[in-house]
């Protein structure tokens, strides 16, 4: 797959027109249309744009290794406030009690999860 045609499946994956995500990245439409057509290239400030403003991956949009998009920690507050504003009293509680662990607790919990997926892959 080339730089374009990734360029593209961002493009339809977040469900952009051409002038909304050439807008965001400052280019025209036909600019765009020739990119996502591999009848131009994708320049540096064009790759920088599109990572920044789509939260994509450098890397898998000029190798096309990796994953589509970075999850970035606003990404993830995001998350956790939909939880705790949510009804899911188990996960509101997963969220509190890892709030309650000090840094001793944190770290026997993850070398205990280490152990874990040793576990399960030896078992495999």
Same mark, same amino acid.
């Given at each position: 797959?080339?730089?374009?045609?990734?360029?593209?499946?961002?493009? #339809? $994956?977040?469900?952009?027109?051409?002038?909304?995500?050439?807008?965001?990245?400052?280019? #025209?439409?036909?600019?765009?249309?020739?990119?996502?057509?591999?009848?131009?290239?994708?320049?540096?400030? $064009?790759? #920088?744009?599109?990572?920044?403003?789509?939260?994509?991956?450098?890397?898998?949009?000029?190798?096309?290794?990796?994953?589509?998009?970075?999850?970035?920690?606003?990404?993830?507050?995001?998350?956790?406030?939909?939880?705790?504003?949510?009804?899911?009293?188990?996960?509101? $509680?997963?969220? #509190?009690?890892?709030?309650?662990? $000090?840094?001793?607790?944190?770290?026997?919990?993850?070398?205990?999860?280490?152990?874990?997926?040793?576990?399960?892959?030896?078992?495999?």
């Amino acid at each position: 797959m080339t730089q374009g045609e990734r360029v593209r499946e961002v493009r #339809k $994956n977040l469900g952009i027109t051409l002038d909304k995500f050439g807008e965001r990245i400052g280019i #025209k439409k036909s600019a765009l249309s020739s990119i996502e057509n591999g009848r131009s290239n994708l320049t540096d400030a $064009n790759i #920088k744009a599109i990572c920044r403003e789509f939260n994509v991956d450098y890397i898998w949009l000029t190798t096309g290794e990796g994953e589509m998009f970075v999850d970035s920690d606003d990404d993830f507050l995001e998350k956790i406030d939909r939880i705790m504003a949510g009804e899911d009293d188990a996960r509101k $509680n997963i969220f #509190k009690f890892m709030l309650s662990l $000090n840094d001793d607790d944190i770290a026997a919990l993850g070398r205990i999860l280490d152990q874990m997926i040793e576990f399960f892959k030896e078992k495999d």
